[in-house]
């Protein structure tokens, strides 16, 4: 089984720079952007939760793609008929967005730039997936899948805001 090192070091991060330890140390994210990501979606990370599966409070996961522009896009589907776009960004410091495990960032791309309230189920269902990734998170076989993988500051300035949707 790789270790929480190896998997920062596959994903571009120090130890450092996450504040597991040691003084603050670069990041080398943007060497892994370009990289050409020819696996799938990070599936494996969700401890076996399929395509349809339900996330509680009405959601369910409805798609995920391959790393991207520097992040797995999640689509969530509510009963109600309701969308919402996640990200799944590597972590690089303080934590970004609605949920957070030790080495990702769960991203809602709504167009609020936080300035309004995100509905409490999707919230909770959020919770719900961050909680299956971080007993997930360290298991071997991680690094193909997650080539590619930036924090989302590091995204938003290489690609634009306006690009990330």
């Known amino acids: 089984m790789q270790s929480r090192r190896d998997i920062l070091k596959m994903m571009g991060l120090t130890a450092g720079a996450l504040g597991v330890g040691g003084a603050a140390a670069a990041t080398s994210l943007a060497a892994f952007a370009d990289a050409s990501n020819q696996s799938g979606a990070p599936l494996w990370l969700f401890g076996g939760l399929q395509l349809g599966a339900s996330l509680g409070l009405g959601w369910s996961l409805s798609a995920v793609s391959p790393v991207r522009m520097g992040a797995s896009v999640l689509d969530l589907v509510h009963r109600d008929g309701s969308v919402a776009r996640v990200h799944l960004c590597a972590r690089e410091g303080r934590p970004k967005g609605l949920a957070h495990t030790a080495l990702f960032d769960l991203v809602l791309m709504d167009g609020a730039q936080g300035d309004r309230a995100t509905d409490e ?43 990330l949707v």
């Open 121 to 163: 189920r999707l919230g909770r269902a959020l919770l719900n997936l961050a909680s299956r990734i971080k007993q997930n998170e360290l298991s071997a076989g991680a690094s193909d899948e997650l080539r590619g993988l930036l924090s989302h500051l590091d995204r938003v300035e290489r690609f634009g805001p306006e690009a």
